[in-house]
């Protein structure tokens, strides 16, 4: 579970790079927020704050999963189609990426209301 845990950071990290280079000029950041960079963790600095959660799916027609969670740390207002526009490239990069952090599961990317969800292959494998 901590390796799959580890394998999962590094993909948000990797894609929370992505969404900086392509849009981490365009808003300035929240005055409490670091520069990208200037943390350990690119979830803690930067305009983006990208991660996943774990949740069981009770509800979900989709069972349990990692729900996507992306916000971008800025007082500025950001218009409903640039948000859009934000969420499916992070959606699309993460679809790319996915096979590379792990070759050997069958993972999906599903919209499920207003969020998006990992589903798949999360067995721990025999012990």
């Given amino acids: 579970m901590v390796e799959f845990q580890n394998h999962l950071k590094a993909l948000m990290d990797e894609v929370d790079q992505y969404i900086e280079d392509r849009y981490g000029h365009i808003y300035p950041l929240h005055p409490a927020r670091p520069?990208?960079?200037?943390t350990?963790?690119?979830?803690?600095?930067g305009l983006?704050?990208?991660?996943?959660?774990?949740t069981?799916?009770?509800?979900?027609?989709?069972?349990?999963?990692?729900i996507i969670d992306l916000r971008?740390?800025?007082?500025?207002?950001?218009?409903?189609?640039?948000?859009w526009e934000i969420i499916e490239d992070v959606i699309a990069k993460l679809r790319e990426?996915?096979?590379?952090y792990f070759p050997e599961?069958?993972?999906?990317?599903?919209?499920?209301?207003?969020h998006f969800k990992i589903i798949g292959d999360f067995s721990l494998g025999a012990l």
């Fill in 35 to 38: 520069k990208r960079g200037k």
């Fill in 97 to 100: 990426l996915l096979p590379k």
């Fill in 48 to 54: 983006f704050n990208l991660g996943a959660d774990f």
């Fill in 40 to 45: 350990s963790n690119p979830q803690a600095d």
């Fill in 105 to 114: 599961r069958n993972l999906e990317i599903f919209a499920e209301g207003s």
């Fill in 72 to 83: 971008m740390v800025t007082l500025e207002e950001v218009g409903e189609d640039h948000k």
């Fill in 56 to 66: 069981p799916g009770f509800g979900s027609r989709y069972g349990r999963g990692y």
